[in-house]
């Protein structure tokens, strides 16, 4: 029989058994020609196009899909289109400009068309798009789920467009149950067939509100000056959580703030005309100019230049730094080592790097083992060369979870499950361009609470004062909540003095040269040489009176303010009696 009263076939050119004749400019063309046809009074509905499944052979549809393949006629040997042929994406080529029932509400109810009680229709294509104002998910459980089985389908969309990524595709009486998205859209579309109508739908939907408010953190510290170990105290807050803290501690030597490497923690400013000792240039060409370190061989492909740091299981690593890729180049590229064992070496021994491509606009993840890499993670985003950006990654060990952040924006992320656990270095890494590298951090995890060490080169804390009015620590805060908003980070600047003033060198009893006899006997004067402190100062100065070197029975120590001459008076002094001042300075750390 013929099927050409209800129908209009199409043939196209090339074969069923090879996919690449049916190209974008074919599946596009055929799709136009169709809608064109069903716009042109033939009474052909182009919701009545086969949207199921491709197959090989012979799969006879009845005559309420109008639009279908020649496979589907009965009556027929042909094959085509096959088991290469997209339908659903054909019928969404035909079916191309679908409107939307919007809700914007943060929660409500869904019905088919026919509401709570009735059944839906014949040939819909309805569209039901849940966009709360502000939402960052949406859920969606299904109370009830009825349709014609097989016939008649619900899909469900992770995003705003029939082009989103389906979640899932529903018939029957199996209900999809609870579903959340994973962004702030969620689109349900209903397709309905020629025949046969069923009670539907009832969905119920709740939604979060998206959280772009970033966190908090504050550091607390006592007394005015740290003269010993001491206690610092962090406040974290957020709306909702915050998910990981980090720390530093830095000191300053009196020309630049560094941080103590063997702690885990990294700082260089590169404010210095040359790049400081502690890094080794192993490849590229490395300078310290303008305030940020700059590798400017572009022809170069792996440029190398690294600092011992130790990195360990016990903390959680945050990198940071500002960075800026130039050049000349159409592969330029620049990035980080870290977790390097042995970054002498091309990849460095065992490491991870986290590379930016400025010229194809990717973020991409790489594991070294036995110093061959191999690219394990890579997504797109916008990195535009000559603009600075702020670089963070966080790596936890115990987890392998490594996270890299652009702006404050997480561009990917990848989690090890043989994750490094040690490393002695980090290495500054470009490729064919020119690499800028500025303000280099490494903060590790912290608790509520920590204990800085200070006193000597093996301490956090290596340095002094150079003179009371410039502080030789700095601790760090910075926090990420759980939705991925970092903090802004808090410092706060220490005053350091673990020693005491210099030795005060004579006392001299009397107004002026030592002597050794008055004839007053109801007061004793004296005078001293000055002590100096460079790092807290000297405050004032004190003093005491006995009848033995040190003694306090006569008079007990007294504040002289910062006088270095005393006259004590009301004393009742007995003849014959050797009378001794005891002097000692106080420096500002007390």
Request: hydrophobic share 30%; proline share 4%.
């Given at each position: 029989g013929?099927?050409?009263?209800?129908t209009?076939?199409?043939e196209h050119?090339?074969?069923v058994?090879d996919?690449s004749?049916?190209?974008t400019?074919?599946?596009t063309?055929?799709?136009n020609?169709?809608?064109?046809?069903?716009?042109?009074?033939?009474?052909i509905n182009?919701?009545?196009t086969?949207?199921?499944?491709s197959?090989?052979?012979?799969?006879?549809l009845?005559?309420?899909?109008?639009?279908?393949?020649?496979?589907?006629?009965?009556n027929q040997?042909h094959t085509?289109?096959?088991?290469?042929w997209?339908w659903?994406?054909?019928?969404?080529l035909?079916?191309?400009?679908?409107?939307?029932?919007?809700?914007?509400a943060?929660?409500?109810?869904?019905?088919d068309s026919?509401?709570?009680?009735?059944?839906?229709?014949?040939?819909?294509?309805t569209?039901?798009?849940?966009?709360p104002?502000?939402?960052a998910?949406?859920?969606?459980?299904?109370?009830?789920?009825?349709?014609e089985?097989?016939?008649d389908?619900?899909?469900?969309?992770?995003?705003?467009?029939?082009n989103?990524?389906?979640?899932g595709?529903y018939t029957?009486?199996?209900s999809?149950?609870?579903?959340?998205?994973?962004?702030s859209?969620l689109?349900?579309?209903f397709?309905s067939?020629?025949?046969t109508?069923?009670?539907?739908?009832a969905?119920?939907?709740?939604?979060?509100?998206?959280?772009n408010?970033?966190?908090t953190?504050?550091?607390?510290?006592?007394g005015?000056w740290?003269?010993?170990?001491?206690?610092a105290?962090?406040?974290?807050?957020?709306?909702?959580?915050?998910?990981?803290?980090f720390y530093?501690?830095?000191?300053?030597?009196?020309?630049e703030?560094?941080?103590?490497?063997t702690?885990?923690?990294?700082?260089?400013q590169?404010d210095?005309?040359t790049?400081?000792?502690?890094?080794?240039n192993?490849?590229?060409?490395?300078n310290?100019?303008?305030?940020?370190?700059?590798?400017?061989?572009?022809?170069?492909?792996n440029?190398?230049?690294?600092i011992?740091?130790?990195?360990?299981?016990?903390?959680?690593?945050?990198?940071?730094w500002?960075?800026?890729?130039?050049?000349?180049?159409?592969?330029r590229?620049?990035g980080?080592?870290f977790?390097?064992?042995?970054?002498?070496?091309?990849?460095?021994?065992?490491?991870?790097l986290?590379?930016?491509?400025?010229?194809s606009d990717?973020?991409?993840?790489y594991k070294?083992t036995a110093n061959?890499v191999?690219l394990?993670k890579?997504?797109?985003?916008?990195?535009?060369?000559?603009?600075w950006?702020?670089?963070k990654?966080?790596?936890d060990?115990?987890?392998?979870?490594?996270k890299?952040y652009?702006?404050?924006?997480?561009?990917?992320q990848?989690t090890?499950s043989?994750?490094?656990?040690s490393?002695n270095s980090i290495s500054p890494?470009?490729?064919?361009?020119?690499?800028?590298?500025?303000n280099?951090r490494?903060?590790?995890?912290?608790?509520?609470?920590?204990?800085?060490?200070?006193?000597?080169?093996?301490?956090?804390?290596?340095?002094q004062?150079?003179n009371?009015n410039?502080?030789s620590?700095?601790?760090?805060s910075?926090v990420?909540?759980i939705?991925?908003?970092?903090?802004s980070?808090n410092?706060?600047?220490?005053?350091i003095?673990?020693t005491?003033?210099v030795?005060?060198?004579?006392v001299?009893?009397?107004?002026?040269?030592?002597i050794?006899?008055?004839?007053?006997?109801t007061?004793?004067?004296a005078?001293?040489?000055?002590?100096?402190?460079?790092?807290?100062?000297v405050t004032?100065?004190?003093?005491?009176?006995?009848t033995?070197?040190?003694?306090?029975?006569?008079?007990?120590?007294?504040?002289n303010?910062?006088?270095?001459s005393?006259?004590?008076?009301?004393?009742?002094?007995i003849a014959?009696?050797f009378?001794?001042y005891?002097?000692?300075?106080?420096?500002g750390?007390?």
């Amino acid at each position: 029989g013929s099927e050409n009263p209800y129908t209009i076939g199409i043939e196209h050119e090339g074969y069923v058994s090879d996919p690449s004749w049916y190209t974008t400019a074919l599946y596009t063309s055929s799709a136009n020609l169709c809608r064109d046809i069903t716009q042109s009074g033939y009474g052909i509905n182009p919701l009545r196009t086969f949207f199921g499944n491709s197959s090989t052979g012979v799969n006879v549809l009845g005559g309420c899909t109008k639009i279908k393949g020649h496979q589907h006629y009965p009556n027929q040997s042909h094959t085509d289109p096959g088991i290469n042929w997209d339908w659903e994406g054909f019928y969404k080529l035909i079916n191309n400009n679908p409107s939307y029932t919007t809700y914007t509400a943060g929660s409500g109810n869904l019905y088919d068309s026919g509401g709570s009680t009735g059944n839906y229709t014949d040939d819909e294509r309805t569209l039901y798009l849940i966009q709360p104002t502000g939402g960052a998910n949406v859920t969606i459980t299904f109370n009830s789920f009825n349709l014609e089985l097989d016939w008649d389908y619900m899909f469900i969309y992770d995003g705003a467009t029939p082009n989103a990524p389906l979640i899932g595709k529903y018939t029957g009486t199996t209900s999809p149950g609870t579903i959340t998205s994973t962004g702030s859209d969620l689109l349900l579309e209903f397709r309905s067939d020629c025949a046969t109508v069923k009670p539907g739908w009832a969905i119920t939907y709740t939604s979060t509100q998206a959280d772009n408010t970033p966190p908090t953190t504050s550091i607390a510290t006592t007394g005015a000056w740290q003269t010993n170990n001491f206690n610092a105290s962090f406040t974290d807050a957020d709306n909702i959580n915050v998910a990981k803290s980090f720390y530093q501690v830095a000191d300053y030597d009196g020309t630049e703030w560094r941080s103590n490497s063997t702690f885990g923690f990294l700082n260089d400013q590169f404010d210095q005309t040359t790049i400081h000792s502690d890094w080794t240039n192993q490849a590229g060409t490395w300078n310290s100019t303008s305030g940020y370190l700059q590798q400017t061989d572009e022809a170069e492909a792996n440029t190398n230049i690294y600092i011992p740091t130790n990195q360990d299981a016990a903390s959680t690593y945050l990198y940071n730094w500002q960075g800026q890729i130039k050049g000349a180049g159409t592969n330029r590229r620049a990035g980080l080592h870290f977790f390097c064992d042995d970054a002498i070496q091309t990849q460095r021994g065992n490491s991870y790097l986290i590379y930016w491509r400025a010229d194809s606009d990717k973020c991409q993840i790489y594991k070294a083992t036995a110093n061959t890499v191999v690219l394990v993670k890579e997504d797109d985003i916008t990195v535009d060369p000559n603009i600075w950006y702020d670089f963070k990654i966080s790596y936890d060990p115990s987890t392998g979870e490594i996270k890299a952040y652009l702006n404050d924006i997480i561009a990917s992320q990848w989690t090890d499950s043989a994750p490094l656990t040690s490393g002695n270095s980090i290495s500054p890494r470009t490729g064919n361009c020119i690499g800028n590298f500025e303000n280099l951090r490494v903060y590790k995890s912290r608790s509520s609470a920590e204990i800085v060490t200070i006193g000597n080169a093996s301490s956090e804390i290596r340095f002094q004062n150079s003179n009371p009015n410039i502080p030789s620590a700095r601790i760090a805060s910075i926090v990420i909540d759980i939705n991925e908003n970092w903090s802004s980070t808090n410092e706060k600047l220490e005053d350091i003095d673990w020693t005491a003033p210099v030795n005060i060198g004579f006392v001299n009893d009397g107004i002026a040269t030592d002597i050794d006899l008055t004839n007053i006997g109801t007061e004793l004067i004296a005078n001293w040489s000055s002590s100096v402190d460079s790092h807290s100062g000297v405050t004032n100065y004190w003093y005491a009176i006995g009848t033995s070197s040190g003694a306090t029975d006569v008079v007990n120590w007294t504040n002289n303010g910062n006088s270095a001459s005393a006259t004590h008076t009301g004393l009742s002094l007995i003849a014959g009696t050797f009378y001794y001042y005891s002097v000692k300075a106080l420096n500002g750390a007390g």
